[in-house]
């Protein structure tokens, strides 16, 4: 296994979404690295236990690990001094999917706070929402989707660089935050299509 923080701030990720009881979308999990630039990232997606596929409702996940961020770690890795602190650029989108009527934003937004928890000392911080409509070979046969994202990072200290329970630590609460997420736009009024009989 590689070890790397990035890969350890994966696996604390991952630890974090199972304890909160959250599902992983099968065939979602995409590792990259861009050839040209260097830079890696690694996206996700999990849902609520039992919404079928698709789910209703799922949050997508997307880590970034900048080249500069390679090159701050590598000098604290060699040296053990560092000078300017890697980061993980990190987006969460929320996905209410399947839906059936087109949605009216406000109240979704009404029950999504403006920032997430704290992550090693820095939140997310909410977008604007999209509406995203999905017509099948009818016209009038049409599924809607909305999305809302949170977008921030996650600077790595020196106590997250030297011992990974630290990121276990930091990215604990950001699983049960997202699993409440879920469970509270699954509460809204909302009317669903039924989920792909496979």
Avoid at 155 to 164: I, K, P, Q, S, V
Wanted: glycine share 8%; with cysteine.
């Amino acid at each position: 296994m590689l070890d790397h923080v990035f890969t350890d701030a994966i696996g604390a990720l991952r630890d974090a979404f199972e304890f909160s009881r959250l599902e992983r979308q099968a065939f979602e999990e995409r590792f990259q690295v861009d050839v040209l630039l260097g830079d890696v990232s690694w996206q996700t997606s999990y849902g609520l236990p039992g919404e079928g596929l698709p789910p209703r409702l799922q949050a997508d996940v997307i880590c970034g690990w900048p080249t500069w961020s390679q090159t701050a770690y590598r000098s604290w890795y060699v040296d053990e001094e560092l000078t300017e602190p890697p980061r993980i650029d990190i987006e969460i989108t929320l996905r209410i999917q399947r839906l059936t009527e087109w949605p009216e934003p406000r109240p979704v937004l009404a029950v999504l706070p403006i920032t997430s928890p704290e992550v090693g000392g820095e939140k997310l911080t909410r977008s604007g929402p999209t509406v995203e409509s999905i017509y099948g070979a009818d016209p009038d046969d049409a599924e809607y989707a909305l999305e809302v994202s949170y977008e921030g990072v996650y600077e790595l200290d020196e106590t997250a660089l030297a011992d990974g329970s630290a990121l276990d630590e930091h990215f604990n609460t950001l699983g049960g935050w997202i699993a409440s997420m879920l469970v509270k736009l699954g509460d809204l009024p909302l009317t669903f299509g039924p989920a792909f009989e496979g």
